[in-house]
C-alpha cells in the first residue's frame, strides 16, 4: 500500500496549466524529493498533496482513501505540511506555535489533555528548540524558525511529512541539521516528500528523486540514475560536472564556469 | 409699389419669428419668464410669504421648492431648495436682489458675492429681527407701506398676554438625536410671550441637541413635537408631567412656528391655545 | 488568567460610574434610562470590540476594523433613505441597508467555490465610498435632518427606546450573545491563521468555510449595532490591539477581553461625554478624543 498515490493531476491558475498529467506515488516510510526548475510546478504539486489545493481533474490516494473522501482534520493527522516561510503574524511563544500542532486532534472549545501536551513536549525535543520554548517566536532567528514550525508539524503526529525547501534561507549548519533531523525521523518510519533546489543535498538525502520541467514529470528514479549531465543540461539548460560523493555512492554537482 | 411690398413682408416675417418665439418661450415651462423692473429671488420660504404680504409678489421670479404659501408662489420658477439652490439657475434670473439665510445658505452666499450680485441676509434670532428685516427689505423692495401695516398687524396680535403662572415647555424637532430650542430663537420669545417657559431657554443655541436625561429633569408640563412620532411609549418618560397629564402637542403645523414670517401669528394663537387648555 | 480580575473589577466600577453619575437626580426613572444606557454601552461597545479583534485575526491585518467590510456606511446609506422615505431614522432601514451592503460586498468577493478574503477588504473600502457619497447627497438635499445623520455615523448611546426599537435591543443582546459564543468557537482557528492561510489549510482548516462563516457573523453582529447607536468609531480598531498588548496573541484570552476592555471603554466614554456638557454629544467623539492619547501612551510604553 503505497502513502500517497497520485494519479493524471491536472491543476491550472486561472488558464494557465501549470500541473499536466502528473502521477507519481510515495511508498511508506520511503524519502522522496521532487527536483526541478524554478516554475516547475513542485510546490503547487506538494500543495494538491496535502489538500491544500483541489486539483482541477486526477485522483489522489492517502493510503488507498481517496483524499476527497477525507475528513480535513482528519488528512491534517495523517499528514503535515511545512511551508517554505512562514510569517508570523502575531508574535506567539514557540511552545503555543508547537501546541497548535495538535489543533487536528481538538474539538472547538476542547481544552489540550495530556497527551496533547505531551506530544508537544516530544516534537519541540526532537526538533531541539526546547530552550526556546519560552520565547516569542519572532525573536528567533530563521533557522531556528524552520525548527519550530518542523516541530508544529512533528506535534500533529503525521504518518506523512511534506516539506517545501526547508533549507533555503539556512546557513551550512541549519541545512545539514534539518536534514539530519529528516533522516532520522524517515528511518523511524516516517514517509517523507521534500521539494529542495540542493540537488547535492537531494541526491545525499533521498531515496528516489522525481524530476520536474514545465508542469510534467521529466523522470523519475534513484539519484545515482537520475542525475547526469545530459540529463540537467536538458532541464536546466546548465552544463554541469558530475563527480561521485566521496563517502557514499551517489552523484554530486559541481559548476563549470565559462571559458575554463 | 414693389419695394414697398417688400419692406411689408419683411415686418411680417419679423413678426411671425416674434410670434413663434413668445409662443415657444412660453411653452418651454421651465424658462423664467422675463419680467420689467425689479427682480427679487428668494431662497426664503418666510421672506417668500412676507414678501408677498408686503404685496410686492409680483417682483419674484424666482423661489425654492420649499416656498408653498402662497399659492401663487408655487407658480414662480424655482432655483432649487432650500439647502440646496442652483447658483446657475439665479444667476440667469439676473435678479436685482437675492435673500439669502444663514447660516444654511453660507457656501451661496459666498458665490453671489463672488459673482458680485446684492444679496440681503435673513437670519432671524428673535422677533424684533424680523420686525426689521420686514422693515428692511420693505425699503428695499419700495413697499415701506406694505411692511409697516405687516409688522404692525404681527405686533398687535403676538404680544405678551397676562398670565398668572408660566407653564414649561419642551419642543422636540427631531427624535433621533434630541433636538430642541435654545434661546436664540424667535420661537424661545414666542413660548414666553404665549404664557410658556421654554424648558431649555438656558441654552445659548439656536437649536441644541439635548439628552433624555435633561429632559427628564425638567419635568415640563407642556411637551410639543414638530416631527411625526409618538413619546408616550418611551422608557423612563412615563412620569414626566406632560406625559401624565395628557399634555403631548402633535398636530401643529410646523410652517406656522418655525418659519418666520407673516403665519406665526396663526402659530402664535396655536401656542397660546395649547398653554391656555 | 489573574488578570482578568483586575480588568472585571474596572468593569464592574465602569457599571457602577455610569449609573451613578449624570446630570439629573437618581430617580427610579433615571435610573431605568441610565441602565438601559449601560446595557447598550456593554454590548455596542463589547460586539465592536470583540468583532474588532476577530476581523483583525482573520485577515491578518492590525488596520481592519468592524467597518472596513462596509456594514457602518450600510446602515448610514439606510438610515438616510429612511429619512428620505419617512423623515426618521428607523433601525430597521439602517439594518436592512447594512445587510444589503455586505451582502453586496459578498457577492462581490465570491469566487467558484468560496471568497477571496483581499477582495473582501478591497469589495468592503469600496463599497464604504460609494454608500458615503450616497449619504452626502441625501446629507445635501435635506435640511434639519443632517443632524440625523451626523449622529448616525458618529453614533451616540442616548438614543430613545421605545416600543419600536425595544425588539430590536433584546434581539442584539440576545442575538449577540448566541453568535459571539459561536465565534469565540473558533479561537483556535485564528491563531493559527496568523501564520498564514497556507500552514491554517495544511492544519486542517477549511479556510473558505471559515471566511464565509466569519464575514457573515461578524456582518450581521455589526449590522444590528450600527442600526442602533450609531457608527461608533475607534472601538472596534483599537480596543483589540489594547486587549492584545495585554493578553497575548492567544484569542482564547484576547477575544473575551476584547469584549471587557471595550465595553468598559464605551461607558467610560459615555459617561464622560454626560458630564462635560448638558448637549447631547455624539460618543464616537469622545472615544476618540479620550482613546488616542491613551493609545498612543499605551503603545509607547
Same mark, same amino acid.
Given at each position: 500500500?503505497?502513502?500517497?498515490?497520485?494519479?493524471?493531476?491536472?491543476?491550472?491558475?486561472?488558464?494557465?496549466?501549470?500541473?499536466?498529467?502528473?502521477?507519481?506515488?510515495?511508498?511508506?516510510?520511503?524519502?522522496?524529493?521532487?527536483?526541478?526548475?524554478?516554475?516547475?510546478?513542485?510546490?503547487?504539486?506538494?500543495?494538491?498533496?496535502?489538500?491544500? /489545493?483541489?486539483?482541477?481533474?486526477?485522483?489522489?490516494?492517502?493510503?488507498?482513501?481517496?483524499?476527497?473522501?477525507?475528513?480535513?482534520?482528519?488528512?491534517?493527522?495523517?499528514?503535515?505540511?511545512?511551508?517554505?516561510?512562514?510569517?508570523?503574524?502575531?508574535?506567539?511563544?514557540?511552545?503555543?506555535?508547537?501546541?497548535?500542532?495538535?489543533?487536528?486532534?481538538?474539538?472547538?472549545?476542547?481544552?489540550?489533555?495530556?497527551?496533547?501536551?505531551? +506530544?508537544?513536549?516530544?516534537? /519541540?525535543?526532537? +526538533?531541539?528548540?526546547?530552550?526556546?520554548?519560552?520565547?516569542?517566536?519572532?525573536?528567533?532567528?530563521?533557522?531556528?524558525?524552520?525548527?519550530?514550525?518542523?516541530?508544529?508539524?512533528?506535534?500533529?503526529?503525521?504518518?506523512?511529512?511534506?516539506?517545501?525547501?526547508?533549507?533555503?534561507?539556512?546557513? /551550512?549548519?541549519?541545512?545539514?541539521?534539518?536534514?539530519?533531523?529528516?533522516?532520522?525521523?524517515?528511518?523511524?518510519?516516517?514517509?517523507?516528500?521534500?521539494?529542495?533546489?540542493? /540537488?547535492?543535498?537531494?541526491?545525499?538525502?533521498?531515496?528516489?528523486?522525481?524530476?520536474?520541467?514545465?508542469?510534467?514529470?521529466?523522470?523519475?528514479?534513484?539519484?545515482?540514475?537520475?542525475?547526469?549531465?545530459?540529463?540537467?543540461?536538458?532541464?536546466?539548460?546548465?552544463?554541469?560536472?558530475?563527480?561521485?560523493?566521496?563517502?557514499?555512492?551517489?552523484?554530486?554537482?559541481?559548476?563549470?564556469?565559462?571559458?575554463? | 409699389?414693389?419695394?414697398?411690398?417688400?419692406?411689408?413682408?419683411?415686418?411680417?416675417?419679423?413678426?411671425?419669428?416674434?410670434?413663434?418665439? @413668445?409662443?415657444?418661450?412660453?411653452?418651454?415651462?421651465?424658462?423664467?419668464?422675463?419680467?420689467?423692473?425689479?427682480?427679487?429671488?428668494?431662497?426664503?420660504?418666510?421672506?417668500?410669504?412676507?414678501?408677498?404680504?408686503?404685496?410686492?409678489?409680483?417682483?419674484?421670479?424666482?423661489?425654492?421648492?420649499?416656498?408653498?404659501?402662497?399659492?401663487?408662489?408655487? &407658480?414662480?420658477?424655482? *432655483?432649487?431648495?432650500?439647502?440646496?439652490?442652483?447658483?446657475?439657475?439665479?444667476?440667469?434670473?439676473?435678479?436685482?436682489?437675492?435673500?439669502?439665510?444663514?447660516?444654511?445658505?453660507?457656501?451661496?452666499?459666498?458665490?453671489?458675492?463672488?459673482?458680485?450680485?446684492?444679496?440681503?441676509?435673513?437670519?432671524? &434670532?428673535?422677533?424684533?429681527?424680523?420686525?426689521?428685516?420686514?422693515?428692511?427689505?420693505?425699503?428695499?423692495?419700495?413697499?415701506?407701506?406694505?411692511?409697516?401695516?405687516?409688522?404692525?398687524?404681527?405686533?398687535?396680535?403676538?404680544?405678551?398676554?397676562?398670565?398668572?403662572?408660566?407653564?414649561?415647555?419642551?419642543?422636540?424637532?427631531?427624535?433621533?438625536?434630541?433636538?430642541?430650542?435654545?434661546?436664540?430663537?424667535?420661537?424661545?420669545?414666542?413660548?414666553?410671550?404665549?404664557?410658556?417657559?421654554?424648558?431649555?431657554?438656558?441654552?445659548?443655541?439656536?437649536?441644541?441637541?439635548?439628552?433624555?436625561?435633561?429632559?427628564?429633569?425638567?419635568?415640563?408640563?407642556?411637551?410639543?413635537?414638530?416631527?411625526?412620532?409618538?413619546? @408616550?411609549?418611551?422608557?423612563?418618560?412615563?412620569?414626566?408631567?406632560?406625559?401624565?397629564?395628557?399634555?403631548?402637542?402633535?398636530?401643529?403645523?410646523?410652517?406656522? *412656528?418655525?418659519?418666520?414670517?407673516?403665519?406665526?401669528?396663526?402659530?402664535?394663537?396655536?401656542?397660546?391655545?395649547?398653554?391656555?387648555? | 488568567?489573574?488578570?482578568?480580575?483586575? #480588568?472585571?473589577?474596572?468593569?464592574?466600577?465602569?457599571?457602577?460610574?455610569?449609573?451613578?453619575?449624570?446630570?439629573?437626580?437618581?430617580?427610579?426613572?433615571?435610573?431605568?434610562?441610565?441602565?438601559?444606557?449601560?446595557?447598550?454601552?456593554?454590548?455596542?461597545?463589547?460586539?465592536?470590540?470583540?468583532?474588532?479583534?476577530?476581523?483583525?485575526?482573520?485577515?491578518?491585518?492590525?488596520?481592519?476594523?468592524?467597518?472596513?467590510?462596509?456594514?457602518?456606511?450600510?446602515?448610514?446609506?439606510?438610515?438616510?433613505?429612511?429619512?428620505?422615505?419617512?423623515?426618521?431614522?428607523? !433601525?430597521?432601514?439602517?439594518?436592512?441597508?447594512?445587510?444589503? #451592503?455586505?451582502?453586496?460586498?459578498?457577492?462581490?468577493?465570491?469566487?467558484?467555490?468560496?471568497?477571496?478574503?483581499?477582495?473582501?477588504?478591497?469589495?468592503?473600502?469600496?463599497?464604504?465610498?460609494?454608500?458615503?457619497?450616497?449619504?452626502?447627497?441625501?446629507?445635501?438635499?435635506?435640511?434639519?435632518?443632517?443632524?440625523?445623520?451626523?449622529?448616525?455615523?458618529?453614533?451616540?448611546?442616548?438614543?430613545?427606546?421605545?416600543?419600536?426599537?425595544?425588539?430590536?435591543?433584546?434581539?442584539?443582546? #440576545?442575538?449577540?450573545?448566541?453568535?459571539?459564543?459561536?465565534?469565540?468557537?473558533?479561537?483556535?482557528?485564528?491563531?493559527?491563521?496568523?501564520?498564514?492561510?497556507?500552514?491554517?489549510?495544511?492544519?486542517?482548516?477549511?479556510?473558505?468555510?471559515?471566511?464565509?462563516?466569519?464575514?457573515?457573523?461578524?456582518?450581521?453582529?455589526?449590522?444590528?449595532?450600527?442600526?442602533?447607536?450609531?457608527?461608533?468609531?475607534?472601538?472596534?480598531?483599537?480596543? !483589540?490591539?489594547?486587549?492584545?498588548?495585554?493578553?497575548?496573541?492567544?484569542?482564547?484570552?484576547?477575544?473575551?477581553?476584547?469584549?471587557?476592555?471595550?465595553?468598559?471603554?464605551?461607558?467610560?466614554?459615555?459617561?464622560?461625554?454626560?458630564?462635560?456638557?448638558?448637549?447631547?454629544? !455624539?460618543?464616537?467623539?469622545?472615544?476618540?478624543?479620550?482613546? #488616542?492619547?491613551?493609545?498612543?501612551?499605551?503603545?509607547?510604553?
Amino acid at each position: 500500500m503505497e502513502a500517497i498515490k497520485a494519479k493524471n493531476i491536472y491543476f491550472s491558475y486561472n488558464t494557465k496549466d501549470v500541473i499536466k498529467n502528473v502521477s507519481f506515488s510515495l511508498e511508506q516510510e520511503e524519502f522522496l524529493g521532487i527536483i526541478g526548475p524554478n516554475g516547475a510546478g513542485k510546490s503547487t504539486i506538494l500543495r494538491i498533496l496535502c489538500g491544500i /489545493l483541489r486539483p482541477k481533474t486526477g485522483d489522489i490516494f492517502i493510503f488507498n482513501k481517496d483524499i476527497n473522501d477525507i475528513d480535513k482534520k482528519t488528512l491534517a493527522q495523517k499528514i503535515a505540511f511545512v511551508p517554505q516561510e512562514t510569517h508570523f503574524a502575531l508574535n506567539f511563544p514557540v511552545k503555543d506555535i508547537v501546541l497548535m500542532g495538535r489543533f487536528p486532534y481538538l474539538r472547538a472549545f476542547q481544552r489540550e489533555g495530556r497527551k496533547d501536551l505531551e +506530544a508537544t513536549k516530544h516534537a /519541540l525535543a526532537y +526538533a531541539q528548540v526546547v530552550e526556546f520554548r519560552k520565547r516569542p517566536i519572532n525573536s528567533l532567528s530563521s533557522g531556528e524558525r524552520q525548527r519550530v514550525v518542523l516541530a508544529r508539524a512533528l506535534a500533529q503526529e503525521p504518518e506523512i511529512l511534506i516539506l517545501d525547501e526547508p533549507t533555503s534561507h539556512l546557513d /551550512l549548519h541549519h541545512q545539514y541539521a534539518i536534514m539530519e533531523l529528516l533522516k532520522k525521523l524517515n528511518t523511524e518510519g516516517m514517509s517523507i516528500i521534500i521539494v529542495n533546489h540542493d /540537488l547535492n543535498l537531494a541526491s545525499l538525502y533521498c531515496q528516489r528523486l522525481v524530476l520536474m520541467h514545465k508542469g510534467c514529470i521529466f523522470s523519475k528514479g534513484t539519484p545515482q540514475s537520475l542525475i547526469n549531465e545530459k540529463t540537467l543540461n536538458d532541464v536546466y539548460k546548465t552544463e554541469v560536472k558530475i563527480i561521485k560523493h566521496p563517502y557514499k555512492n551517489v552523484p554530486q554537482i559541481f559548476f563549470h564556469p565559462k571559458g575554463e | 409699389m414693389f419695394k414697398k411690398l417688400r419692406w411689408l413682408r419683411k415686418i411680417h416675417i419679423s413678426c411671425a419669428i416674434f410670434v413663434i418665439y @413668445t409662443i415657444f418661450s412660453n411653452c418651454y415651462c421651465d424658462k423664467p419668464s422675463v419680467k420689467p423692473g425689479f427682480k427679487i429671488v428668494s431662497i426664503s420660504p418666510a421672506m417668500t410669504e412676507i414678501l408677498f404680504a408686503v404685496s410686492a409678489g409680483n417682483d419674484i421670479v424666482g423661489v425654492t421648492t420649499f416656498c408653498n404659501y402662497p399659492e401663487a408662489a408655487k &407658480k414662480i420658477y424655482k *432655483i432649487g431648495d432650500f439647502s440646496n439652490p442652483s447658483v446657475e439657475r439665479i444667476v440667469g434670473l439676473k435678479p436685482d436682489i437675492v435673500i439669502v439665510n444663514l447660516p444654511e445658505q453660507m457656501r451661496i452666499k459666498k458665490q453671489l458675492e463672488k459673482l458680485g450680485i446684492t444679496f440681503f441676509v435673513s437670519s432671524p &434670532k428673535s422677533l424684533n429681527d424680523i420686525y426689521k428685516e420686514i422693515a428692511d427689505i420693505g425699503k428695499i423692495v419700495k413697499k415701506e407701506r406694505g411692511a409697516d401695516s405687516l409688522i404692525h398687524y404681527m405686533k398687535m396680535n403676538i404680544g405678551p398676554s397676562e398670565h398668572k403662572r408660566k407653564k414649561s415647555v419642551y419642543i422636540e424637532l427631531s427624535p433621533r438625536p434630541l433636538v430642541t430650542i435654545g434661546a436664540h430663537s424667535f420661537l424661545n420669545e414666542m413660548l414666553e410671550m404665549a404664557g410658556g417657559k421654554n424648558v431649555f431657554s438656558d441654552l445659548n443655541k439656536d437649536y441644541p441637541v439635548i439628552s433624555q436625561e435633561e429632559v427628564i429633569k425638567r419635568n415640563p408640563e407642556i411637551i410639543i413635537l414638530l416631527h411625526p412620532g409618538n413619546i @408616550t411609549d418611551r422608557l423612563a418618560w412615563k412620569k414626566i408631567a406632560a406625559i401624565k397629564k395628557d399634555k403631548v402637542y402633535t398636530n401643529l403645523n410646523q410652517d406656522h *412656528i418655525l418659519r418666520p414670517g407673516p403665519r406665526l401669528v396663526e402659530g402664535f394663537k396655536e401656542l397660546q391655545r395649547i398653554i391656555r387648555e | 488568567m489573574n488578570k482578568f480580575v483586575p #480588568v472585571i473589577l474596572i468593569f464592574l466600577l465602569a457599571i457602577f460610574v455610569s449609573i451613578m453619575v449624570g446630570p439629573a437626580q437618581l430617580t427610579s426613572e433615571i435610573i431605568q434610562l441610565r441602565l438601559s444606557r449601560v446595557i447598550l454601552g456593554i454590548f455596542a461597545g463589547g460586539i465592536l470590540a470583540f468583532c474588532g479583534g476577530v476581523l483583525q485575526g482573520l485577515f491578518g491585518n492590525p488596520l481592519v476594523e468592524p467597518y472596513t467590510l462596509g456594514s457602518a456606511s450600510g446602515a448610514a446609506l439606510g438610515g438616510s433613505i429612511g429619512i428620505l422615505l419617512f423623515g426618521t431614522i428607523s !433601525p430597521l432601514f439602517a439594518f436592512f441597508g447594512s445587510l444589503g #451592503v455586505g451582502f453586496f460586498v459578498f457577492t462581490v468577493a465570491r469566487i467558484e467555490g468560496g471568497l477571496l478574503r483581499d477582495r473582501l477588504i478591497l469589495a468592503g473600502v469600496v463599497m464604504s465610498f460609494l454608500c458615503s457619497s450616497l449619504v452626502m447627497i441625501i446629507m445635501v438635499m435635506g435640511g434639519r435632518e443632517l443632524y440625523e445623520i451626523l449622529y448616525l455615523l458618529m453614533g451616540y448611546l442616548g438614543i430613545i427606546i421605545n416600543a419600536e426599537n425595544r425588539l430590536f435591543i433584546i434581539l442584539m443582546i #440576545v442575538l449577540s450573545a448566541v453568535l459571539m459564543l459561536f465565534l469565540y468557537r473558533y479561537h483556535r482557528e485564528l491563531d493559527i491563521i496568523s501564520q498564514g492561510l497556507e500552514t491554517a489549510a495544511g492544519l486542517g482548516i477549511d479556510i473558505q468555510k471559515f471566511s464565509v462563516i466569519i464575514f457573515l457573523i461578524t456582518s450581521l453582529l455589526i449590522g444590528l449595532t450600527v442600526s442602533l447607536v450609531g457608527a461608533i468609531g475607534f472601538v472596534g480598531l483599537v480596543i !483589540p490591539h489594547i486587549s492584545k498588548l495585554l493578553f497575548g496573541p492567544k484569542h482564547l484570552y484576547n477575544l473575551p477581553a476584547s469584549f471587557i476592555l471595550g465595553a468598559t471603554f464605551l461607558l467610560l466614554a459615555d459617561t464622560v461625554s454626560r458630564i462635560i456638557t448638558v448637549y447631547e454629544l !455624539p460618543v464616537g467623539v469622545v472615544t476618540s478624543l479620550i482613546g #488616542v492619547p491613551f493609545f498612543i501612551y499605551l503603545y509607547r510604553k
